[in-house]
């Protein structure tokens, strides 16, 4: 492991070398290298879905896992849309001369050597690892063992990329050793690794945090509410919670809990029930819901829990400072919504609210980097500190001070 992370450490300062137009150049033929090249992926993806049906994975995570030409297309796609974007690498991003004659740029900078640890979704290796590059990092990827064949198919067709163009293959790898050792090691590795990113359950969040020695930005459970307010439109707000519920319930900015203003759950509820009962959701709810509508009992537990599946929970709260009150209880600081018509309380709740993201008549599915226009994403923060909410390129950068004296001693 040591030898592996110096070899990717040495290769930093190869990207120090590369114009933004060299690195644009190398993006694009990793974009077409995975054009013409699906084949070998979807085999290796097959096997992936093959295990994953042997393993009894959920239809969410199959979904989150299956490629097809359509998902590969997106995916060099998005590289493509990273290369489009500003270099975020070299920009002056202040600049001043202080009383003393010195002329000071604050600049951004890469930020090293980063290791992301996520589970599940193949893209994420295409995406992270573009956005890495083009904003001259060097990244360490740990995929989750359900993808291991498509996510080794992938790294190994942007590393030859690398290498047609006489990079290191350093520059981009999977960690040698994906074991829970491994990664326990990589994660204490601060002589290497700058960074670590990791995206997932709340177990592997929780452990990381904890454990890391090496600075982390934690990319946590999408524990997502919507709250319908008594000044909501009706026909709004049926159609905003299907959406962030079941468009497609195996990620972490869908909805897994329901909040209902109680002046409107009479009226409303057996509307929504009917609505989620075509879409085949599983419907909890607490004791005020199930005097309404017929599901199963929400417990505290239940509250808790990111399904990333199709299942819901539904609470009737009293007025906006009950559904405020149930997600700072509750929340991940992930995104959370409210949908009404009175501007007073969408501003309350706007402002109360202390997350990555906070929708006005709108679906929680749109945290996302591509919707909010930064291209692909390396992660939704749930930090407060450096990043926060879906993290792009700038996101994977820092910045030091340049200063340029004419001979100036301090007094």
């Known amino acids: ?158 590393q030859e990329v690398l290498i047609a163009h006489e990079l290191p293959p350093a520059l981009i790898s999977l960690i040698p050793d994906a074991s829970r050792a491994g990664v326990d090691k990589l994660i204490k590795m601060d002589k290497y690794v700058d960074l670590i990113i990791p995206r997932g359950g709340a177990g592997l969040i929780k452990h990381v945090s904890q454990n890391a020695t090496v600075s982390v930005v934690k990319h946590d459970k999408g524990q997502c509410h919507t709250y319908i307010d008594k000044d909501a439109k009706v026909e709004d707000a049926i159609a905003i919670a299907l959406n962030a519920k079941v468009q497609r319930p195996g990620v972490c900015n869908a909805m897994e809990t329901l909040l209902v203003d109680e002046a409107i759950a009479s009226s409303i509820l057996p509307t929504l029930k009917e609505a989620f009962d075509q879409a085949h959701t599983q419907l909890k709810g607490d004791s005020k819901t199930q005097e309404i509508i017929n599901v199963a009992h929400a417990t505290t537990e239940d509250y808790d829990t990111e399904y ?66 930064f291209g692909a994403e390396v992660g939704i923060s749930t930090n407060k500190l450096h990043a926060r909410g879906p993290m792009g390129i700038e996101g994977l950068t820092t910045y030091k001070f340049k200063i340029y004296g004419s001979g100036q001693v301090r007094g």
């Open 1 to 158: 492991m040591e030898q592996f992370l110096e070899e990717s450490k040495a290769s930093s300062r190869v990207l120090s070398t590369l114009s933004g137009a060299q690195k644009n150049h190398i993006l694009k033929a990793m974009a077409q290298a995975l054009r013409e090249n699906h084949e070998p992926i979807l085999r290796a993806n097959a096997l992936d879905m093959h295990a994953g049906k042997e393993n009894n994975l959920s239809s969410a995570l199959m979904d989150r896992l299956f490629l097809d030409e359509q998902r590969i297309e997106s995916m060099a796609v998005a590289i493509e849309e990273i290369a489009g974007l500003k270099d975020p690498v070299g920009r002056v991003l202040e600049g001043w001369i202080t009383e003393d004659g010195l002329k000071i740029e604050k600049v951004s900078i890469p930020i090293g050597v980063i290791g992301i640890i996520y589970e599940s979704r193949p893209n994420v290796t295409s995406d992270t690892a573009a956005l890495c590059f083009k904003s001259s990092n060097v990244c360490i990827l740990k995929g989750g063992k359900e993808a291991e064949y498509s996510n080794q198919a992938i790294a190994t067709l942007l």
């Open 308 to 373: 990333l599946a199709n299942i819901l929970n539904i609470k009737v709260v009293s007025g906006v400072e009950g559904a405020i009150e149930h997600i700072i209880t509750y929340g991940s600081g992930h995104s959370e919504a409210i949908i009404t018509q009175n501007i007073t309380t969408s501003e309350i709740f706007l402002n109360a609210i202390d997350a990555a993201a906070v929708y006005v008549n709108a679906s929680t599915r749109f945290t996302d980097g591509g919707a909010f226009g």
